[in-house]
């Protein structure tokens, strides 16, 4: 069965540290770009990572950018998102996606999506 499984997410208080493991089964995510979503209640999904399947590439938004860490560990078949210095607006559902070529700015563009994961940072 191919999917894609988030896990890592729970409550943390603000400027504490949480990190999100996005394991994949039934298909190898050595070449896939694998990018970090989050969607906090009554908000659009909006994208906050990527990490790329050929170079290892990183991307990351604006609002994450110096706190938010993605990286891979293709023996584990597993990409991470560390999260520091978390603030309350990062409450969130945390999902990760696959893409076979490239870190797209299209959600249609990923084959494969996890369930998601629930961060939540308390004040």
């Known amino acids: 069965q191919v999917q894609l499984m988030e896990s890592g997410g729970g409550l943390v208080q603000s400027g504490g540290s949480l990190r999100l493991s996005c394991a994949a089964s039934g298909f190898t995510l050595d070449h896939y770009a694998v990018k970090w979503f989050r969607q906090a209640p009554g908000k659009e999904r909006e994208g906050v990572s990527c990490?790329?399947?050929?170079?290892?590439?990183?991307l990351y938004s604006d609002f994450v950018k110096g706190r938010f860490i993605v990286s891979r560990d293709n023996a584990k078949n597993t990409v991470y998102l560390q999260m520091n210095s978390l603030e309350p607006e990062d409450t969130a559902v945390y999902y990760c996606a696959a893409d076979p070529l490239f870190c797209s700015d299209y959600e249609s563009m990923y084959d494969y999506w996890g369930q998601g994961t629930q961060v939540t940072v308390s004040s």
């Open positions: 990490i790329s399947g050929t170079d290892g590439t990183t």
